[in-house]
């Protein structure tokens, strides 16, 4: 009868059944299994090989697991932020003020004397800026001057198409660009900001320091 046992799980074993499948199949312990097996060469590439499709499995089963993990993360995510969403009303004159000094307080160049300098590569960014400088500070768009700021593996041409097409400005706003080249690019690197950097300009000492005073202004009355 145990020749006959061992006789099916040495056959389930060659048919590449693990040691836990034949235990379950015949009722056998996997000690006595192993000592079954043990000195067959054969059976030490079937667990060789078996081991490599647990591993290729595991490998699938974590992918997988993963996967759906993320998706159901980002579907949380996107559920926040719609209702985060739906807590800002429309922006007010108010808003606006803020909002722009508070951009300006962050990317603003605030160290000259004469010229309100804003840059950023954000188009909305720069959308609102406009706004900030020609609804709040009252400066006419055709006072306002623009630079943009690539590498030079972009095409000047596109950007100021891009730019004057995003912010409504007619090309003859824009200045010469600037061309700047990081030493880890060296124009084999993909640039990730394909349009550039977009630099506003606006000659305006009295709005410069109007501009430094609401910063100030914010800080203090931010720290009482």
Wanted: net charge positive.
């Amino acid at each position: 009868m145990e020749k006959k046992i061992k006789n099916l799980a040495t056959k389930l074993r060659k048919n590449g059944y693990s040691y836990n499948e034949i235990s379950q199949k015949l009722n056998i312990p996997k000690g006595t299994l192993s000592y079954w097996f043990k000195n067959i060469k054969k059976f030490e590439i079937i667990k060789q090989q078996n081991i490599k499709k647990a591993k290729i499995q595991w490998a699938q089963n974590i992918t997988a697991y993963n996967k759906n993990r993320s998706v159901v993360a980002r579907k949380r995510w996107v559920s926040i932020q719609k209702k985060s969403e739906k807590q800002i009303q429309k922006i007010t004159k108010k808003d606006l003020f803020f909002i722009g000094n508070s951009l300006y307080w962050a990317e603003g160049y605030k160290r000259g004397n004469w010229n309100v300098i804003f840059s950023n590569s954000d188009p909305f960014i720069n959308k609102i800026m406009m706004r900030f400088f020609t609804e709040i500070c009252f400066i006419p768009k055709e006072k306002i001057k623009i630079q943009i700021q690539i590498h030079k593996n972009i095409s000047f041409k596109n950007a100021l198409h891009y730019w004057s097409k995003i912010l409504k400005l007619q090309k003859k706003q824009f200045l010469s660009p600037s061309f700047q080249l990081s030493k880890s690019s060296k124009l084999k690197r993909k640039n990730n900001l394909p349009f550039g950097t977009l630099r506003i300009r606006i000659n305006d000492v009295i709005l410069l320091n109007k501009i430094k005073g609401w910063i100030s202004g914010i800080s203090k009355n931010f720290g009482a």
